[in-house]
Nanobody, 120 residues
Framework: QVQLVESGGGLVQAGGSLRLSCAAS????????MGWFRQPPGKAREFVAA???????YHIDSVKGRFAISRDNAKNTVYLQMNRLKPEDTAVYYC??????????????WGQGTQVTVSS
């Protein structure tokens, strides 16, 4: 069955770095766009970054220059490198997969999430 398993979250001080990983199985990973989303405490889930099946990238303005999404099709894994973390980056981070455009909210497979907490 389809699985997306996130890892790499944790507690970090402001200014620090984390790299999130999302291991995929049960579908042809290379054919799917992959996205990272986050849900801060008490707030709605928001889109963070995405990478298309052909390698096209998109990051929201608030993380540009700090976060970088990448993928390794040989390992069926998508990554989110997060640098210069801020307390407002605190959230549960989810990866998701789509066959549609990465900018359309039609992600069909979702992971269970990993907690990222940034202390000030």
């Amino acid at each position: 069955q389809v699985q997306l398993v996130e890892s790499g979250g944790g507690l970090v001080q402001a200014g620090g770095s984390l790299r999130l990983s999302c291991a995929a199985s049960g579908f042809t990973f290379s054919n799917y766009g992959m996205g990272w989303f986050r849900q801060p405490p008490g707030k709605a889930r928001e889109f963070v970054a995405a990478i298309s099946s052909s390698g096209g990238l998109y990051h929201i303005d608030s993380v540009k220059g700090r976060f970088a999404i990448s993928r390794d099709n040989a390992k069926n894994t998508v990554y989110l490198q997060m640098n210069r973390l801020k307390p407002e980056d605190t959230a549960v981070y989810y990866c998701a997969a789509t066959r549609a455009s990465i900018l359309i909210n039609e992600y069909i497979y979702w992971g269970q999430g990993t907690q990222v907490t940034v202390s000030s």
